[in-house]
Protein backbone atom coordinates (compact mmCIF):
# COMPACT_ATOMS: atom_id res chain seq x y z
CA UNK A 1 0.00 0.00 0.00
CA UNK A 2 1.80 3.23 -1.17
CA UNK A 3 2.21 6.56 0.65
CA UNK A 4 0.47 7.98 -2.48
CA UNK A 5 -2.52 5.65 -2.41
CA UNK A 6 -3.24 6.78 1.34
CA UNK A 7 -2.52 10.12 0.81
CA UNK A 8 -5.62 10.16 -2.19
CA UNK A 9 -7.87 8.30 0.68
CA UNK A 10 -9.41 11.46 2.90
CA UNK A 11 -12.24 9.74 4.23
CA UNK A 12 -13.57 6.49 5.15
CA UNK A 13 -17.23 6.01 6.22
CA UNK A 14 -18.36 2.51 7.48
CA UNK A 15 -22.39 1.65 8.18
CA UNK A 16 -21.23 -0.97 11.11
CA UNK A 17 -24.10 -3.54 10.55
CA UNK A 18 -24.56 -7.07 11.84
CA UNK A 19 -23.84 -6.67 15.57
CA UNK A 20 -27.32 -8.38 16.55
CA UNK A 21 -27.24 -10.94 14.27
CA UNK A 22 -23.83 -11.57 15.34
CA UNK A 23 -25.31 -12.12 18.71
CA UNK A 24 -27.99 -14.16 17.87
CA UNK A 25 -25.97 -17.01 15.68
CA UNK A 26 -23.98 -16.90 18.95
CA UNK A 27 -26.96 -17.29 21.60
CA UNK A 28 -26.54 -14.39 23.15
CA UNK A 29 -28.28 -11.11 24.02
CA UNK A 30 -28.21 -8.83 21.50
CA UNK A 31 -26.90 -6.02 23.54
CA UNK A 32 -23.81 -8.21 23.43
CA UNK A 33 -23.29 -8.06 19.93
CA UNK A 34 -23.63 -4.32 20.43
CA UNK A 35 -20.94 -4.57 23.34
CA UNK A 36 -18.21 -6.13 20.80
CA UNK A 37 -19.28 -4.02 18.15
CA UNK A 38 -17.58 -1.08 20.60
CA UNK A 39 -14.60 -2.99 20.19
CA UNK A 40 -14.53 -3.28 16.69
CA UNK A 41 -15.13 0.52 16.57
CA UNK A 42 -11.57 0.59 18.89
CA UNK A 43 -9.65 -1.44 16.24
CA UNK A 44 -10.35 0.38 13.59
CA UNK A 45 -10.36 3.87 14.93
CA UNK A 46 -6.81 2.41 16.13
CA UNK A 47 -5.75 1.01 12.50
CA UNK A 48 -7.39 4.03 10.51
CA UNK A 49 -5.15 6.39 12.37
CA UNK A 50 -2.24 3.53 11.47
CA UNK A 51 -3.13 4.40 7.74
CA UNK A 52 -3.18 8.00 8.24
CA UNK A 53 -6.70 8.33 7.16
CA UNK A 54 -7.62 12.07 8.08
CA UNK A 55 -11.67 11.38 8.70
CA UNK A 56 -13.75 8.72 9.48
CA UNK A 57 -17.33 8.41 9.91
CA UNK A 58 -19.79 5.53 11.81
CA UNK A 59 -23.18 5.06 11.12
CA UNK A 60 -23.42 4.72 14.83
CA UNK A 61 -27.13 5.21 15.30
CA UNK A 62 -30.05 6.50 12.57
CA UNK A 63 -33.20 7.87 13.05
CA UNK A 64 -34.91 4.72 12.54
CA UNK A 65 -32.99 2.58 15.14
CA UNK A 66 -35.52 5.06 17.53
CA UNK A 67 -38.14 2.29 16.61
CA UNK A 68 -35.67 -0.56 17.53
CA UNK A 69 -37.60 -2.22 21.32
CA UNK A 70 -37.55 0.40 24.33
CA UNK A 71 -34.75 -1.90 26.01
CA UNK A 72 -32.20 -2.28 23.24
CA UNK A 73 -32.47 1.64 22.81
CA UNK A 74 -31.82 2.28 26.44
CA UNK A 75 -28.80 -0.58 26.55
CA UNK A 76 -27.53 1.35 23.19
CA UNK A 77 -27.45 5.16 25.13
CA UNK A 78 -26.36 3.16 28.48
CA UNK A 79 -22.95 2.28 26.05
CA UNK A 80 -22.31 5.03 24.32
CA UNK A 81 -22.16 7.05 27.81
CA UNK A 82 -19.58 3.72 29.01
CA UNK A 83 -17.35 4.35 25.73
CA UNK A 84 -16.96 7.93 25.68
CA UNK A 85 -16.08 7.51 29.30
CA UNK A 86 -13.40 4.41 28.35
CA UNK A 87 -11.99 5.43 24.93
CA UNK A 88 -11.66 9.74 25.37
CA UNK A 89 -8.20 9.45 27.43
CA UNK A 90 -7.38 6.78 24.56
CA UNK A 91 -8.44 9.08 21.17
CA UNK A 92 -6.92 12.34 23.25
CA UNK A 93 -3.09 10.25 23.67
CA UNK A 94 -3.97 9.03 19.78
CA UNK A 95 -4.39 12.66 18.42
CA UNK A 96 -8.43 11.71 17.15
CA UNK A 97 -10.80 14.08 17.40
CA UNK A 98 -14.11 13.86 18.11
CA UNK A 99 -16.86 14.61 16.55
CA UNK A 100 -20.99 14.08 16.03
CA UNK A 101 -23.49 14.45 12.89
CA UNK A 102 -27.30 14.17 13.16
CA UNK A 103 -29.81 15.78 14.94
CA UNK A 104 -28.03 15.67 18.45
CA UNK A 105 -31.08 16.92 20.34
CA UNK A 106 -32.57 13.53 19.86
CA UNK A 107 -30.62 11.90 22.28
CA UNK A 108 -30.99 11.62 26.24
CA UNK A 109 -29.56 14.48 28.06
CA UNK A 110 -26.71 12.10 29.74
CA UNK A 111 -25.86 10.94 26.30
CA UNK A 112 -25.71 14.87 24.64
CA UNK A 113 -24.18 16.24 27.98
CA UNK A 114 -21.24 13.24 27.93
CA UNK A 115 -21.03 13.50 23.89
CA UNK A 116 -20.27 17.54 23.69
CA UNK A 117 -17.97 16.89 26.60
CA UNK A 118 -15.85 14.76 24.71
CA UNK A 119 -15.93 16.57 21.33
CA UNK A 120 -15.08 19.92 23.14
CA UNK A 121 -12.15 17.75 25.06
CA UNK A 122 -11.00 16.46 22.10
CA UNK A 123 -11.05 19.59 19.55
CA UNK A 124 -7.30 20.30 19.75
CA UNK A 125 -6.63 17.21 18.94
CA UNK A 126 -5.26 17.16 14.82
CA UNK A 127 -5.02 13.09 13.97
CA UNK A 128 -8.14 11.28 12.97
CA UNK A 129 -11.07 13.12 12.76
CA UNK A 130 -14.11 10.39 14.32
CA UNK A 131 -17.28 11.44 13.44
CA UNK A 132 -20.01 9.66 14.87
CA UNK A 133 -23.82 9.85 13.00
CA UNK A 134 -25.81 9.86 15.88
CA UNK A 135 -29.80 10.13 15.14
CA UNK A 136 -28.42 10.60 11.83
CA UNK A 137 -30.47 10.60 8.57
CA UNK A 138 -29.73 11.28 4.75
CA UNK A 139 -33.21 12.59 4.03
CA UNK A 140 -33.65 14.82 7.45
CA UNK A 141 -29.58 16.03 7.09
CA UNK A 142 -31.15 17.34 3.28
CA UNK A 143 -34.37 18.89 4.70
CA UNK A 144 -32.32 20.53 7.66
CA UNK A 145 -29.91 21.99 4.99
CA UNK A 146 -32.88 23.28 2.32
CA UNK A 147 -34.45 24.62 5.53
CA UNK A 148 -31.34 26.66 5.74
CA UNK A 149 -30.68 27.48 2.47
CA UNK A 150 -34.36 28.73 2.28
CA UNK A 151 -34.32 31.05 5.46
CA UNK A 152 -30.86 32.99 3.82
CA UNK A 153 -33.04 33.67 0.73
CA UNK A 154 -36.15 35.07 2.83
CA UNK A 155 -33.55 37.24 4.77
CA UNK A 156 -32.12 38.17 1.61
CA UNK A 157 -28.71 37.05 2.53
CA UNK A 158 -28.28 34.96 -0.63
CA UNK A 159 -30.71 34.78 -3.36
CA UNK A 160 -32.04 31.33 -5.73
CA UNK A 161 -29.74 31.51 -8.27
CA UNK A 162 -27.02 31.44 -6.28
CA UNK A 163 -28.16 28.34 -4.92
CA UNK A 164 -25.27 25.44 -6.04
CA UNK A 165 -24.06 21.85 -5.33
CA UNK A 166 -20.87 24.28 -3.00
CA UNK A 167 -23.80 25.93 -1.28
CA UNK A 168 -25.65 22.45 -0.29
CA UNK A 169 -22.33 21.27 0.62
CA UNK A 170 -21.69 24.14 3.10
CA UNK A 171 -25.42 23.70 4.93
CA UNK A 172 -24.70 19.63 5.47
CA UNK A 173 -23.80 18.39 8.94
CA UNK A 174 -20.67 17.33 7.26
CA UNK A 175 -19.42 21.11 5.79
CA UNK A 176 -16.17 20.64 7.21
CA UNK A 177 -15.37 17.58 6.01
CA UNK A 178 -14.59 16.08 2.74
CA UNK A 179 -17.40 13.32 1.13
CA UNK A 180 -16.50 9.89 1.51
CA UNK A 181 -13.98 8.02 -1.15
CA UNK A 182 -14.45 4.93 0.47
CA UNK A 183 -18.09 3.75 2.31
CA UNK A 184 -18.28 0.13 3.66
CA UNK A 185 -21.01 -1.78 4.83
CA UNK A 186 -20.23 -5.17 7.28
CA UNK A 187 -23.36 -7.61 7.46
CA UNK A 188 -23.95 -8.80 4.23
CA UNK A 189 -26.65 -6.11 3.31
CA UNK A 190 -26.35 -4.43 0.14
CA UNK A 191 -27.86 -0.92 0.46
CA UNK A 192 -26.53 2.20 2.39
CA UNK A 193 -29.82 2.51 3.99
CA UNK A 194 -30.15 6.45 4.17
CA UNK A 195 -26.65 7.34 5.04
CA UNK A 196 -24.51 10.79 3.52
CA UNK A 197 -26.89 10.20 0.43
CA UNK A 198 -25.53 13.63 -1.17
CA UNK A 199 -22.00 13.15 0.17
CA UNK A 200 -21.64 9.41 -1.90
CA UNK A 201 -22.99 10.26 -5.13
CA UNK A 202 -19.26 9.37 -6.46
CA UNK A 203 -18.25 6.96 -3.50
CA UNK A 204 -16.58 3.56 -4.18
CA UNK A 205 -19.26 1.29 -1.98
CA UNK A 206 -18.01 -2.01 -0.77
CA UNK A 207 -20.40 -4.34 0.37
CA UNK A 208 -18.33 -7.79 2.67
CA UNK A 209 -20.09 -10.30 4.84
CA UNK A 210 -18.62 -10.10 8.01
CA UNK A 211 -20.55 -9.25 11.13
CA UNK A 212 -19.17 -5.64 12.18
CA UNK A 213 -17.93 -7.44 15.86
CA UNK A 214 -15.78 -9.47 13.95
CA UNK A 215 -14.56 -6.74 11.40
CA UNK A 216 -10.76 -5.75 11.76
CA UNK A 217 -7.80 -3.85 10.65
CA UNK A 218 -6.73 -6.59 7.88
CA UNK A 219 -10.36 -6.84 6.62
CA UNK A 220 -10.02 -2.30 6.48
CA UNK A 221 -6.71 -3.06 4.56
CA UNK A 222 -8.07 -5.62 2.40
CA UNK A 223 -11.17 -2.99 1.01
CA UNK A 224 -8.62 -0.28 0.73
CA UNK A 225 -6.39 -2.56 -1.57
CA UNK A 226 -9.81 -3.12 -3.76
CA UNK A 227 -9.87 0.28 -3.95
CA UNK A 228 -6.64 0.88 -5.50
CA UNK A 229 -7.48 -1.15 -8.14
CA UNK A 230 -10.92 0.73 -8.92
CA UNK A 231 -11.03 3.86 -11.76
CA UNK A 232 -12.52 6.60 -10.40
CA UNK A 233 -13.62 8.31 -13.65
CA UNK A 234 -16.00 11.04 -12.41
CA UNK A 235 -18.60 10.73 -15.42
CA UNK A 236 -14.92 11.14 -17.54
CA UNK A 237 -13.80 8.38 -19.73
CA UNK A 238 -10.70 5.99 -18.62
CA UNK A 239 -8.67 7.95 -21.36
CA UNK A 240 -9.57 11.09 -19.57
CA UNK A 241 -8.55 9.85 -16.22
CA UNK A 242 -5.54 8.05 -17.66
CA UNK A 243 -3.97 11.35 -19.11
Excluded at 17 to 24: H, I, P, S
Excluded at 36 to 44: M, Y
Excluded at 48 to 62: D, E, N
Excluded at 112 to 134: F, M, N, V, Y
Amino acid sequence: MTDTLMKSIKHIAIIMDGNGRWAKQRGLERVQGHKEGAKAVRRIVEEAGKLQIPYLTLYTFSTENWNRPREEVEALMTLLVASLRNELDNLIQNNVRLNAIGNLDDLPELCRKELLDAIERSAHCTGLTLSLALSYSGRSELVSCFKKIAEKIENKQITSSQITEEIISQHLYTHNIPDPDILIRTGGEKRISNFLLWQSAYTELFFTPVMWPDFNGEHLRDIINQYQNRERRFGMTSEQVQN
